[in-house]
């Protein structure tokens, strides 16, 4: 079993930036990939980034180049720094991880972009 724990979602003005942080039970090495995906409402959960084991990374199209993911292996920790946020992603954040064929999520932490 692996327990996820987001922590760093708020509120933003477009323009702004917010770092959320996944915090994992078991070492992320054991973690085939770790991510982020999003769901606004009304609409499908969707990836946003995530992270492979050997340290790929791999993004969704609209947050290419304003979000980075990366991780602390000593702190079993994925984090996602965000910057130029627009109202568009707001939405709420949830971690996961895929790990020996089973996908485990966080409780997923809200991200409000508004002016």
């Known amino acids: 079993q692996v327990q996820l724990v987001e922590s760093g979602g708020g509120l933003v003005q477009p323009g702004g930036s917010l770092r959320l942080s996944c915090a994992a039970s078991q070492s992320i090495f054991s973690m085939r990939t770790m991510g982020w995906y999003r769901q606004a409402p009304g609409k499908q959960r969707e990836l946003v980034a995530e992270i492979t084991s050997g340290g790929r990374t791999n993004y969704a199209g609209s947050v290419k180049g304003r979000f980075t993911i990366s991780r602390d292996c000593v702190k079993n920790t994925v984090y996602l720094q965000m910057n130029s946020l627009k109202l568009e992603d707001t939405a709420i954040y949830f971690c996961?991880?895929?790990?020996?064929?089973?996908?485990?999520w966080g409780q997923g932490t809200q991200v409000t972009v508004s002016s």
């Open positions: 996961y991880a895929d790990r020996l064929m089973r996908t485990y």
